[in-house]
Protein backbone atom coordinates (compact mmCIF):
# COMPACT_ATOMS: atom_id res chain seq x y z
CA UNK A 1 0.00 0.00 0.00
CA UNK A 2 2.26 2.44 1.37
CA UNK A 3 4.50 1.78 -1.81
CA UNK A 4 2.26 2.38 -4.20
CA UNK A 5 1.62 5.89 -2.66
CA UNK A 6 5.13 6.74 -2.97
CA UNK A 7 5.50 5.11 -6.40
CA UNK A 8 2.19 7.01 -7.24
CA UNK A 9 3.77 10.44 -5.97
CA UNK A 10 7.24 9.77 -7.91
CA UNK A 11 5.44 9.40 -10.65
CA UNK A 12 3.43 12.68 -10.28
CA UNK A 13 6.74 14.52 -9.45
CA UNK A 14 8.22 13.23 -12.81
CA UNK A 15 5.60 14.13 -14.73
CA UNK A 16 6.09 17.66 -12.69
CA UNK A 17 9.01 17.77 -14.22
CA UNK A 18 8.61 16.73 -17.77
CA UNK A 19 5.41 18.16 -18.43
CA UNK A 20 4.08 21.96 -18.58
CA UNK A 21 1.77 23.24 -16.19
CA UNK A 22 -1.75 22.64 -16.93
CA UNK A 23 -0.69 19.44 -18.59
CA UNK A 24 0.65 18.61 -15.80
CA UNK A 25 -1.74 18.69 -13.45
CA UNK A 26 -4.18 16.83 -16.03
CA UNK A 27 -1.53 13.96 -16.18
CA UNK A 28 -0.66 13.63 -12.66
CA UNK A 29 -4.79 13.43 -11.95
CA UNK A 30 -5.02 11.14 -14.45
CA UNK A 31 -2.56 8.73 -12.95
CA UNK A 32 -3.81 9.16 -9.47
CA UNK A 33 -7.09 8.38 -11.11
CA UNK A 34 -5.92 5.20 -12.03
CA UNK A 35 -4.31 4.39 -8.98
CA UNK A 36 -7.68 5.05 -7.09
CA UNK A 37 -9.72 2.90 -9.71
CA UNK A 38 -7.46 -0.11 -9.13
CA UNK A 39 -8.49 0.36 -5.84
CA UNK A 40 -11.72 0.75 -6.14
CA UNK A 41 -14.48 -2.20 -4.98
CA UNK A 42 -18.32 -2.12 -4.60
CA UNK A 43 -21.12 -4.10 -2.87
CA UNK A 44 -24.50 -4.30 -3.25
CA UNK A 45 -26.20 -6.40 -0.33
CA UNK A 46 -30.14 -6.86 1.30
CA UNK A 47 -30.28 -5.92 5.17
CA UNK A 48 -32.34 -4.48 7.52
CA UNK A 49 -35.16 -5.33 5.14
CA UNK A 50 -33.59 -2.68 2.40
CA UNK A 51 -30.92 -2.65 0.09
CA UNK A 52 -27.26 -1.41 0.64
CA UNK A 53 -25.18 -0.18 -1.35
CA UNK A 54 -20.92 0.55 -0.84
CA UNK A 55 -18.10 2.16 -2.60
CA UNK A 56 -14.68 2.54 -1.52
CA UNK A 57 -11.26 2.47 -2.47
CA UNK A 58 -8.54 0.66 -0.51
CA UNK A 59 -6.25 -2.05 -1.92
CA UNK A 60 -8.21 -4.78 1.14
CA UNK A 61 -11.41 -3.54 -0.09
CA UNK A 62 -12.79 -7.06 -0.57
CA UNK A 63 -11.69 -8.51 2.65
CA UNK A 64 -13.03 -4.53 4.31
CA UNK A 65 -16.48 -5.16 2.49
CA UNK A 66 -17.24 -8.77 3.72
CA UNK A 67 -16.39 -7.80 6.68
CA UNK A 68 -18.78 -4.84 6.56
CA UNK A 69 -21.41 -7.16 5.88
CA UNK A 70 -20.92 -9.29 8.56
CA UNK A 71 -21.05 -6.26 11.09
CA UNK A 72 -24.55 -5.33 9.30
CA UNK A 73 -25.81 -8.88 9.69
CA UNK A 74 -24.64 -9.04 13.06
CA UNK A 75 -26.65 -5.97 14.01
CA UNK A 76 -29.62 -6.88 12.10
CA UNK A 77 -29.54 -10.77 14.11
CA UNK A 78 -29.70 -8.27 17.18
CA UNK A 79 -32.47 -5.41 15.97
CA UNK A 80 -34.66 -6.90 14.07
CA UNK A 81 -38.18 -7.29 15.29
CA UNK A 82 -39.10 -10.36 12.20
CA UNK A 83 -35.59 -12.23 13.69
CA UNK A 84 -38.01 -13.92 16.36
CA UNK A 85 -34.61 -14.61 19.04
CA UNK A 86 -33.40 -11.49 18.48
CA UNK A 87 -32.81 -8.68 22.03
CA UNK A 88 -35.29 -6.46 20.66
CA UNK A 89 -37.65 -9.35 19.99
CA UNK A 90 -37.01 -10.80 23.56
CA UNK A 91 -37.14 -7.76 24.79
CA UNK A 92 -40.76 -7.02 23.18
CA UNK A 93 -42.09 -10.84 24.26
CA UNK A 94 -40.99 -9.71 27.99
CA UNK A 95 -43.05 -6.76 28.13
CA UNK A 96 -45.15 -6.30 31.06
CA UNK A 97 -43.38 -9.50 32.76
CA UNK A 98 -39.31 -9.35 33.25
CA UNK A 99 -35.99 -7.66 31.97
CA UNK A 100 -34.11 -8.97 29.74
CA UNK A 101 -30.02 -9.42 29.06
CA UNK A 102 -29.00 -6.89 26.37
CA UNK A 103 -25.60 -6.77 24.49
CA UNK A 104 -23.39 -4.08 24.20
CA UNK A 105 -24.86 -2.82 21.26
CA UNK A 106 -28.46 -3.42 21.82
CA UNK A 107 -28.14 -1.12 25.07
CA UNK A 108 -26.27 1.30 23.55
CA UNK A 109 -28.86 1.69 20.49
CA UNK A 110 -31.90 1.86 23.59
CA UNK A 111 -30.49 4.29 25.26
CA UNK A 112 -29.64 6.97 22.33
CA UNK A 113 -33.85 6.19 21.11
CA UNK A 114 -34.35 7.24 24.42
CA UNK A 115 -32.02 10.37 24.41
CA UNK A 116 -33.30 11.42 21.12
CA UNK A 117 -36.72 10.81 22.57
CA UNK A 118 -35.95 12.83 25.93
CA UNK A 119 -34.11 15.50 23.30
CA UNK A 120 -37.65 15.61 20.85
CA UNK A 121 -40.08 15.67 23.38
CA UNK A 122 -41.11 12.11 22.65
CA UNK A 123 -41.70 13.39 18.92
CA UNK A 124 -39.00 10.45 18.59
CA UNK A 125 -40.16 7.25 19.71
CA UNK A 126 -38.84 4.06 19.72
CA UNK A 127 -42.03 2.56 21.65
CA UNK A 128 -44.71 4.16 19.02
CA UNK A 129 -44.31 -0.03 17.68
CA UNK A 130 -48.12 -1.36 18.38
CA UNK A 131 -49.50 1.76 16.98
CA UNK A 132 -47.22 1.22 13.87
CA UNK A 133 -48.48 -2.19 13.95
CA UNK A 134 -51.89 -1.56 14.09
CA UNK A 135 -51.81 0.74 11.06
CA UNK A 136 -50.39 -2.33 9.38
CA UNK A 137 -46.90 -0.56 8.63
CA UNK A 138 -44.58 -3.49 10.07
CA UNK A 139 -46.60 -6.65 8.95
CA UNK A 140 -46.93 -8.12 5.45
CA UNK A 141 -50.31 -7.79 6.25
CA UNK A 142 -53.14 -5.83 5.02
CA UNK A 143 -52.46 -1.55 5.85
CA UNK A 144 -55.66 0.32 6.91
CA UNK A 145 -56.69 3.16 9.14
CA UNK A 146 -57.44 1.86 12.58
CA UNK A 147 -60.15 2.55 14.90
CA UNK A 148 -60.32 5.63 17.25
CA UNK A 149 -60.61 3.39 19.93
CA UNK A 150 -57.98 1.04 19.12
CA UNK A 151 -55.61 3.78 18.77
CA UNK A 152 -56.82 5.33 22.40
CA UNK A 153 -56.39 1.61 23.67
CA UNK A 154 -52.69 1.54 22.16
CA UNK A 155 -51.17 5.05 23.07
CA UNK A 156 -50.64 4.58 26.54
CA UNK A 157 -48.48 1.97 25.55
CA UNK A 158 -46.12 4.27 23.89
CA UNK A 159 -44.34 6.21 26.38
CA UNK A 160 -40.45 5.51 26.10
CA UNK A 161 -40.58 6.52 29.91
CA UNK A 162 -41.98 2.62 30.37
CA UNK A 163 -38.83 1.37 28.57
CA UNK A 164 -36.39 1.45 31.78
CA UNK A 165 -32.67 0.32 31.17
CA UNK A 166 -30.56 -0.76 33.89
CA UNK A 167 -27.27 0.50 32.75
CA UNK A 168 -25.10 -1.70 35.65
CA UNK A 169 -26.78 -5.37 34.68
CA UNK A 170 -27.25 -4.40 30.92
CA UNK A 171 -30.73 -5.10 31.14
CA UNK A 172 -34.13 -3.71 29.96
CA UNK A 173 -37.63 -4.18 30.63
CA UNK A 174 -40.74 -3.24 28.98
CA UNK A 175 -42.92 -2.55 32.25
CA UNK A 176 -46.52 -2.37 30.38
CA UNK A 177 -47.98 -5.47 28.54
CA UNK A 178 -48.18 -4.66 24.72
CA UNK A 179 -45.66 -2.46 24.65
CA UNK A 180 -43.31 -3.13 21.95
CA UNK A 181 -39.87 -1.34 21.05
CA UNK A 182 -39.35 -0.76 17.08
CA UNK A 183 -36.10 0.63 15.87
CA UNK A 184 -37.02 1.55 12.38
CA UNK A 185 -36.83 4.85 13.23
CA UNK A 186 -32.89 5.01 14.22
CA UNK A 187 -31.02 1.21 13.13
CA UNK A 188 -30.15 1.90 9.84
CA UNK A 189 -28.18 5.19 11.19
CA UNK A 190 -26.58 3.38 14.19
CA UNK A 191 -25.62 0.70 11.71
CA UNK A 192 -23.78 3.62 9.74
CA UNK A 193 -22.23 4.80 12.76
CA UNK A 194 -20.79 1.16 13.49
CA UNK A 195 -19.85 0.90 9.73
CA UNK A 196 -17.93 4.12 9.18
CA UNK A 197 -15.73 3.31 12.44
CA UNK A 198 -14.86 -0.13 10.88
CA UNK A 199 -14.11 0.91 7.41
CA UNK A 200 -11.68 3.42 8.79
CA UNK A 201 -10.24 1.47 11.62
CA UNK A 202 -9.23 -0.83 8.19
CA UNK A 203 -7.45 2.19 7.02
CA UNK A 204 -10.19 3.41 4.83
CA UNK A 205 -9.99 7.04 4.04
CA UNK A 206 -12.42 7.21 0.70
CA UNK A 207 -15.84 5.71 0.86
CA UNK A 208 -19.51 5.93 0.43
CA UNK A 209 -22.23 3.78 1.21
CA UNK A 210 -26.03 3.91 1.18
CA UNK A 211 -28.02 1.99 4.08
CA UNK A 212 -31.16 2.13 2.35
CA UNK A 213 -30.71 5.49 1.58
CA UNK A 214 -28.95 6.55 4.77
CA UNK A 215 -25.74 8.01 3.29
CA UNK A 216 -22.53 7.80 5.16
CA UNK A 217 -19.58 9.50 3.52
CA UNK A 218 -15.74 8.14 4.63
CA UNK A 219 -13.36 11.43 3.96
CA UNK A 220 -13.23 12.35 0.24
CA UNK A 221 -13.27 10.74 -3.10
CA UNK A 222 -9.91 9.89 -3.73
CA UNK A 223 -8.79 13.01 -5.68
CA UNK A 224 -9.78 15.00 -2.77
CA UNK A 225 -12.80 16.37 -3.99
CA UNK A 226 -16.16 16.32 -1.64
CA UNK A 227 -18.75 14.11 -2.44
CA UNK A 228 -21.72 14.93 -3.89
CA UNK A 229 -25.13 13.40 -2.76
CA UNK A 230 -28.44 14.60 -3.88
CA UNK A 231 -31.77 15.37 -1.89
CA UNK A 232 -34.44 13.91 -3.80
CA UNK A 233 -37.62 15.63 -4.83
CA UNK A 234 -40.36 14.19 -2.80
CA UNK A 235 -42.92 14.53 -5.51
CA UNK A 236 -40.54 12.78 -8.41
CA UNK A 237 -38.50 9.89 -7.76
CA UNK A 238 -36.68 10.71 -11.06
CA UNK A 239 -36.12 14.66 -9.98
CA UNK A 240 -34.16 15.77 -6.99
CA UNK A 241 -33.89 19.69 -5.44
CA UNK A 242 -30.10 20.16 -4.98
CA UNK A 243 -27.01 18.60 -4.48
CA UNK A 244 -25.21 18.68 -0.96
CA UNK A 245 -21.46 18.49 -1.13
CA UNK A 246 -19.74 16.55 1.69
CA UNK A 247 -16.94 15.01 3.31
CA UNK A 248 -16.74 12.87 6.23
CA UNK A 249 -20.42 12.70 7.93
CA UNK A 250 -23.80 11.10 7.80
CA UNK A 251 -27.00 12.51 5.65
CA UNK A 252 -30.21 11.18 6.46
CA UNK A 253 -33.83 12.03 5.02
CA UNK A 254 -37.17 10.87 6.48
CA UNK A 255 -40.51 11.45 4.24
CA UNK A 256 -43.77 10.58 4.06
CA UNK A 257 -43.23 9.92 0.44
CA UNK A 258 -41.63 6.21 0.32
CA UNK A 259 -43.71 3.96 2.66
CA UNK A 260 -47.36 4.68 2.36
CA UNK A 261 -50.98 3.39 1.39
CA UNK A 262 -54.26 4.45 0.56
CA UNK A 263 -57.53 4.30 1.50
CA UNK A 264 -60.39 6.35 0.61
CA UNK A 265 -58.17 8.59 -1.79
CA UNK A 266 -56.21 9.57 1.18
CA UNK A 267 -52.96 8.71 1.41
CA UNK A 268 -51.57 7.19 4.82
CA UNK A 269 -47.30 6.88 5.78
CA UNK A 270 -45.34 4.88 8.00
CA UNK A 271 -43.73 8.00 10.60
CA UNK A 272 -46.54 8.27 12.97
CA UNK A 273 -47.14 11.14 15.77
CA UNK A 274 -47.35 9.56 19.06
CA UNK A 275 -49.54 12.63 20.07
CA UNK A 276 -52.21 11.68 17.55
CA UNK A 277 -51.47 7.93 16.87
CA UNK A 278 -51.82 9.15 13.10
CA UNK A 279 -49.14 9.39 10.21
CA UNK A 280 -47.22 12.81 11.20
CA UNK A 281 -49.16 16.09 9.41
CA UNK A 282 -47.53 19.12 10.09
CA UNK A 283 -46.83 20.40 6.32
CA UNK A 284 -43.42 18.30 5.64
CA UNK A 285 -42.47 16.66 2.70
CA UNK A 286 -39.45 15.32 3.68
CA UNK A 287 -36.36 16.38 6.43
CA UNK A 288 -32.93 15.94 5.48
CA UNK A 289 -30.17 15.74 8.33
CA UNK A 290 -26.82 16.41 7.78
CA UNK A 291 -24.81 15.58 10.93
CA UNK A 292 -21.19 13.02 12.10
CA UNK A 293 -23.40 11.61 14.04
CA UNK A 294 -25.04 8.76 12.07
CA UNK A 295 -27.77 7.77 15.30
CA UNK A 296 -28.72 10.98 15.56
CA UNK A 297 -29.22 11.76 12.02
CA UNK A 298 -31.82 9.34 11.55
CA UNK A 299 -33.81 9.87 14.85
CA UNK A 300 -33.61 13.53 14.29
CA UNK A 301 -34.66 13.06 10.41
CA UNK A 302 -38.26 11.12 11.75
CA UNK A 303 -38.69 13.42 14.83
CA UNK A 304 -37.98 16.64 13.00
CA UNK A 305 -41.03 15.48 10.19
CA UNK A 306 -43.20 14.63 13.21
CA UNK A 307 -42.39 18.28 14.67
CA UNK A 308 -42.74 20.26 11.62
CA UNK A 309 -40.57 23.23 10.61
CA UNK A 310 -41.21 25.93 13.33
CA UNK A 311 -40.61 23.59 16.01
CA UNK A 312 -37.39 21.84 13.97
CA UNK A 313 -35.95 25.23 13.76
CA UNK A 314 -36.04 25.76 17.39
CA UNK A 315 -34.52 22.42 18.12
CA UNK A 316 -31.91 23.38 15.20
CA UNK A 317 -31.36 26.78 16.66
CA UNK A 318 -30.61 24.78 19.91
CA UNK A 319 -28.10 22.59 18.81
CA UNK A 320 -24.71 22.58 17.64
CA UNK A 321 -24.13 19.02 15.70
CA UNK A 322 -26.57 18.88 13.10
CA UNK A 323 -27.56 21.06 10.42
CA UNK A 324 -30.95 20.30 7.89
CA UNK A 325 -32.67 20.73 4.74
CA UNK A 326 -36.64 20.56 4.92
CA UNK A 327 -39.57 20.61 1.93
CA UNK A 328 -42.38 21.50 2.68
CA UNK A 329 -46.01 20.47 1.16
CA UNK A 330 -46.53 24.25 0.31
CA UNK A 331 -43.25 23.94 -2.50
CA UNK A 332 -40.18 24.94 -0.48
CA UNK A 333 -36.66 23.84 0.06
CA UNK A 334 -35.21 25.36 3.17
CA UNK A 335 -31.65 25.11 4.26
CA UNK A 336 -30.21 25.84 7.39
CA UNK A 337 -27.82 28.48 7.11
CA UNK A 338 -24.68 25.82 8.00
CA UNK A 339 -26.35 23.09 5.60
CA UNK A 340 -26.70 26.28 2.74
CA UNK A 341 -23.05 26.45 3.16
CA UNK A 342 -22.30 23.24 1.00
CA UNK A 343 -25.69 22.63 -0.55
CA UNK A 344 -26.56 23.99 -4.07
CA UNK A 345 -30.40 24.13 -4.63
CA UNK A 346 -31.75 23.15 -8.40
CA UNK A 347 -34.90 23.83 -9.51
CA UNK A 348 -34.85 23.16 -12.71
CA UNK A 349 -38.06 21.91 -13.55
CA UNK A 350 -39.95 21.79 -10.14
CA UNK A 351 -41.45 24.25 -9.08
CA UNK A 352 -39.71 25.04 -5.69
CA UNK A 353 -38.51 27.81 -4.12
CA UNK A 354 -35.19 28.23 -2.07
CA UNK A 355 -35.43 29.90 1.45
CA UNK A 356 -32.44 29.57 3.81
CA UNK A 357 -32.84 29.94 7.43
CA UNK A 358 -30.79 31.62 9.75
CA UNK A 359 -29.34 31.27 13.51
CA UNK A 360 -31.06 34.14 14.49
CA UNK A 361 -33.78 35.98 12.49
CA UNK A 362 -35.94 34.57 10.43
CA UNK A 363 -36.23 32.61 6.98
CA UNK A 364 -34.36 34.38 4.42
P1 LIG B 1 -37.08 4.91 6.91
O1 LIG B 1 -36.63 3.88 7.88
O2 LIG B 1 -38.26 4.52 6.09
O3 LIG B 1 -35.98 5.49 6.13
P2 LIG B 1 -37.43 6.64 9.19
O4 LIG B 1 -36.00 6.66 9.60
O5 LIG B 1 -38.13 7.95 9.27
O6 LIG B 1 -37.65 6.11 7.73
O7 LIG B 1 -38.15 5.61 10.12
C1 LIG B 1 -39.48 5.28 9.99
C2 LIG B 1 -39.73 4.01 10.79
O8 LIG B 1 -39.57 4.27 12.18
C3 LIG B 1 -41.15 3.51 10.62
O9 LIG B 1 -41.23 2.54 9.62
C4 LIG B 1 -41.46 2.92 11.99
O10 LIG B 1 -40.93 1.62 12.06
C5 LIG B 1 -40.68 3.79 12.92
N1 LIG B 1 -41.42 5.00 13.36
C6 LIG B 1 -42.60 5.51 12.92
N2 LIG B 1 -42.93 6.62 13.59
C7 LIG B 1 -41.94 6.83 14.49
C8 LIG B 1 -41.70 7.82 15.49
N3 LIG B 1 -42.54 8.84 15.72
N4 LIG B 1 -40.58 7.69 16.24
C9 LIG B 1 -39.70 6.68 16.04
N5 LIG B 1 -39.87 5.72 15.12
C10 LIG B 1 -40.96 5.79 14.35
MG1 LIG C 1 -35.02 8.17 10.88
Redesign the pocket.
Known sequence: MKRKIIMAMLLCFTFSVVVGCAEKREEAQNLLNKYADANLHEMTTFAMDTVMLFTLYHEDGEEILTDAEQEIRRLESLFSVTIEDSEISKLNAHSGLDSVKLSGDTEEVLKRGKEIGELTNQ????A?SPV?KAWG??TDGEKHVPTQETLENLLPLTSIEDLVIDENASMAKLTKKGMAV?L??IA?GYASDKIASLLKEKGVTSGLFSL???IGAIGTKPNGENWNVAIENPLNANDYVGLLSIQDCFVIT?GGY??YFEENGKRYH?????NTGYPADKGLLSVTIISKDGAKA?GL???L??MGLDQAVQLWRSSNDFEAVFITEDGRVIATEGAASFFSFEGRDNDFKYEIVKRRGGVQ
Not at 123 to 126: G, K, L, R, V
Not at 270 to 274: A, M, N
Request: proline share 0%.
Open positions: AFDIIVFTDGGKGGNSQRHIIDSDSTAFV
